[in-house]
Structures are given as structure tokens and as C-alpha cells.
């Protein structure tokens, strides 16, 4: 099967693995450029696949050209494109693994070319991406994917950092809350081990309860304004940890508020 495009690559430093993972499959990658012919080599080895070209003139017969840098570069590179003496109307740039969406690729977008942006969604079992952007970049992408075996979701374009807010929550923001967990587990008297397994227990009954029924899974002493049963965890962790007893109630009120819920009660409780 013969891939239905020509595909070329933008890169600085080492490749995702992800990334080198889906240009890898032969005869999928074609150009590859970098800051220097020899950076572009060494990008062009590690992932075994495409060939190192000095200049923007070398990608002008690319359908699609996938870029993987670091943020603080990419405005300057997609300048650097837009300086160059080739036509890119009707092209697709795709960034890799970047915080940018496609609303911040001006300087190629003005040239006429299509731009949008793909990242690994983490934590499935098939290989997918998530892609956001102008849809002609969306639709090359999709048949990019398609051809090296991955499947993908569509993000609403310019939406991808809201997209990012949700990760956020779902990893950096839900970890202290794992650490507050497994915290109270241990110092209740289970073993370390066995308070993560019950903690990683607790979610996913969260997680199933939420799926079956979104908001109205929601519930305990908290969802049910049940202020002697919130007092008596609100005493237990004044007790053992004041740091525990403010995160408590502060995500509490938060709680109350996302979910449309009267949090007066719980003010006066606190302030009893």
C-alpha cells in the first residue's frame, strides 16, 4: 500500500517515541529538516526512516510537514518557513506535542498554508491522537494516521487548550489528591501498599459511578448536605493534618459550586 501523500519533517533534538513510532513505517517520511544538515542526520537515524535536507525548498512537494520542537522555537521556524521562496498554499503543517493550537501558527497560516496540531491521547490501548485545527490540515492528518495504523479524535479548532485544562485536572491537579488519599489510608493504619491499591479502588468506582451517570453518580456526605457526617472528617483532619483540613474544605466549596449545590451550610459549619 502506497501512502497517498508526501510527507516531510521539522525537528530539533531527540524525536518522541510516539512520534517516531508512526513516521518510522517505510516509505511514510520523506524530507527532513532541521536547525543544520547534521542535526536533521541524527533525527533522520534515530527514527530510521526519511532523508536530511538543508532548506525549505526540499519540503515545497510535501502535502503534509510535521513539526516536533520545543515551543520556544516554533514561531521562529514557521517565520523562517514563511521567508522562504516556495509556495505554500494548499500545504499542511501539523505541529507534534506542543502547548500551541493552530490559532498560534500565523506566520504560515498567512502564506496560505493549512495548519493544525496532533497529540498521543495517553492511556489507551490503541494508538490515537488527539487533532485540532483548519480542516483541510485535520483531514491530510486523519489520512496520515489512518495509513500508519492509528485512529484519532477531533478537537474543536482552538480549543485545544481548553483540551489541555482538562488534562491538567485529570493529572497534575488529581495527584495531590491520590497523595491526599493514600495519606489518610496509611495513618487510618492500612499498609502503604494496600492504601494505594484501596485509593486506585475508590477512583475507579468513581470513574464507573460517573460514566453510568454523569453528575447524578455524584454523591456522600457532601452531595447530601449531610453536615454531621462532614464535621466529624473536618475534625478528624484538624487532628492530624491542619494542611489536609483546608485543601478539604476548599474543594469542597469548589465541589458544591461546579455541581450547582447551596454551600452556605457548609460555611456555617466551618466557621462553627
Known sequence: MKIPMSVGMVGAGKISPDLAKLVGH??????VKASSLRVASRIANQ????RAVASWTDLAQCDLILISMPDAEIRAVLASAADAPVKWR???FVLFGSSLDSADMHAISLCGAACATFEKMEGFASNRFALEG????VREMRRFLKFAGATSRELVAG??????AGKAFAGM?????VEATVDCFRKAGLAPQDAVAYAEACFLQTLRAYRKAGKQGWGGPLAEQDSEAVNRLLLALVADNPLLVN??????RLALDVFGHDKE????LENA
Open 90 to 92: 494548499g500545504k499542511a
Open 159 to 164: 480549543k485545544k487548550p481548553l483540551y489541555s
Open 247 to 252: 485543601y478539604f474544605a476548599h474543594t469542597s
Open 265 to 268: 451550610w457548609l460555611e456555617k
Open 134 to 137: 483548519d480542516p483541510i490540515a
Open 173 to 177: 491537579l488529581f495527584t495531590p489528591i
Open 26 to 31: 517505510r516509505g511514510l517520511l520523506g524530507p
Open 47 to 50: 527514527i530510521k526512516a526519511g
